[in-house]
């Protein structure tokens, strides 16, 4: 028997994604502790009310609420948008291929701005759409607005925005975002780094039927390993997601884990911002380096241009030495690197690092 000829013919011969991979495979690697600046997390942790929370739980045997009840109350309190807007998912990811698989048919296409987050190509891909392409402007990762109009056809039918932008760490301004919510596809503003930058377009999306924000709770909140993000849909879009979606999408220790985290929004407000002062002194240090081009950076990480230096090469020295970041070499980021930012100590051992390599 042939089981390439039961799968559909182009999930056999699709990429895989390349996932990162975990700690504790990283750790048996080195022998040792590593310093882990490749997935974006939240060097931190979540807050140690979560723990507590998680502890005092109870009723593990008892499935979730399919209706999100507690957690849509708790998120609109956060974001301050009606509870009928939101979506909760198992992590933003979920939620990307929700909205694919509730409008792509077999040949429909979505737009992605590369260089971008890769779950959008891989969500359309297992739908059965096509990946149209408008790469992001040479010089600063501009998004390329004329060109994404231009590229519209009757099949387009969703737009992919990250706001601020995985790698390139920028971000789409309110009135770029107006023009593509103008064209009438449905956009999705993916706003995964939100609490680094703290501008939004969450309040837009009930005076518009097509557009949709993105968040997680990976990043800010740490809490990547428990999978939960949420959506502000437009009603009549929330109902479907709604409709779609498995009944018991995300789990009870991730409610229980956001309940306790938006319980103690101060205490993570103090960790996303001894993030964000630490990136700008690492972007700093990076700098001075003087052979490499740091971004500025919206978000919790940076990328950084190689001058006449092998990236893959300086990735695989810093891995021996314990340190782990992203390395990209497709034709549109050549030699990059991207660098997460941790904690100060972390941030050191990098410097210290390439300082000794170069
Ligand atoms: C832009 C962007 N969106 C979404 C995600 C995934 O978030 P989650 O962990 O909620 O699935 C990531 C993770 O790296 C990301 O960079």
Redesign the pocket.
């Known amino acids: 028997m042939n089981i390439n000829k039961l799968v559909r013919p182009e999930l056999v011969v699709m990429k895989s994604y390349i996932p990162i991979e975990p700690v504790e495979i990283l750790e048996q690697r080195v022998r040792g502790k590593v310093v882990k600046l490749d997935?974006?997390e939240n060097p931190y942790g979540c807050s140690p009310r979560v723990y507590q929370a998680l502890a005092d739980y109870s009723y593990y045997h008892i499935y979730p609420d399919p209706g999100q009840r507690k957690l849509k109350e708790a998120l609109e309190k956060y974001t301050g948008i009606a509870r009928q807007h939101i979506v909760c998912?198992?992590?933003?990811?979920?939620?990307?291929d929700l909205v694919l698989r509730l409008v792509l048919e077999p040949g429909d296409k979505i737009v992605n701005c590369s260089p971008?987050?890769g779950?959008y190509p891989f969500s359309a891909e297992i739908c059965g759409g096509m990946i149209i392409d408008v790469p992001r402007k040479d010089e600063d990762f501009a998004l390329d607005i004329m060109g994404i109009k231009g590229a519209l056809d009757g099949k387009t039918k969703v737009i992919f925005i990250?706001s601020?932008?995985?790698p390139t760490g920028n971000v789409i301004e309110e009135q770029e975002l107006m023009e593509l919510v103008d064209t009438g596809r449905i956009v999705v503003i993916?706003e995964?780094?939100f609490e680094f930058h703290g501008v939004t377009a969450a309040s837009l999306v009930p005076a518009h039927r097509n557009l949709i924000v993105?968040r997680?709770?990976?990043?800010w909140a740490g809490l990547?390993g428990f999978?939960?993000?949420y959506g502000v849909f437009p009603v009549e879009i929330a109902d479907y997601m709604m409709k779609i979606k498995q009944p018991y999408n995300v789990n009870i220790a991730a409610e229980v884990a956001v309940l306790a985290s938006l319980g103690d929004i101060d205490y993570l407000r103090g960790t996303v911002q001894k993030i964000t002062t630490e990136r700008e002194r690492l972007f700093t240090k990076l700098k001075e380096l003087g052979w490499l081009k740091p971004y500025p950076s919206e978000a919790n990480f940076i990328l950084c241009a190689m001058l006449q230096r092998n990236a893959e090469e300086i990735w695989r020295q810093l891995r021996q030495r314990g340190i782990f970041i992203r390395y990209f070499d497709t034709p549109r980021l050549k030699d990059y690197l991207r660098i997460s930012v941790g904690k100060p100590e972390d941030n050191d051992a990098l410097i210290k690092a390439l300082k000794e390599i170069c």
């Open positions: 997935g974006n998912g198992s992590g933003s990811d979920e939620l990307i971008t987050f779950m990250a601020p932008n995985n993916d995964a780094y993105l997680t709770f990976s990043k990547a999978r939960i993000g």
